[in-house]
Nanobody
């Protein structure tokens, strides 16, 4: 099966930086878009940043200028560089990928990681 595993979360001071990693593995034929989503306490899950295979990016207004999403297509990995972190960035961050995978039959499907916790606190 396809698995997405996030890493890099942790505790950081306001104004600090953190880099998140997500690696996709399994019977993957292709990955189209990848992205990072987060769910903060008491809030709905929201899109943070997405990136297409061609490198086109999209960011939530709340993180523009502070976060940078990137990917390595050869390694099926996506990254999120988070700078100037704020307490309101505290959330569980989830990796998402739109994957063509061999699961009995080849088909496109969204896959999600289990999340990595980012806590921004002084």
């Amino acid at each position: 099966q396809v698995q997405l595993v996030e890493s890099g979360g942790g505790l950081v001071q306001p104004g600090g930086s953190l880099r998140l990693f997500c690696a996709a593995s399994g019977s993957i034929a292709s990955i189209n878009a990848m992205g990072w989503y987060r769910q903060a306490p008491g809030k709905q899950r929201e899109m943070v940043a997405t990136i297409t295979r061609g490198g086109s990016t999209n960011y939530a207004d709340s993180v523009k200028g502070r976060f940078t999403i990137s990917r390595d297509n050869a390694k099926n990995t996506v990254y999120l560089q988070m700078n100037s972190l704020k307490p309101e960035d505290t959330a569980v961050y989830y990796c998402n990928a739109h994957v063509l995978a061999d699961q009995a039959v080849f088909r496109w499907r969204d896959y999600w990681g289990k999340g990595t916790l980012v806590t921004v606190s002084s």
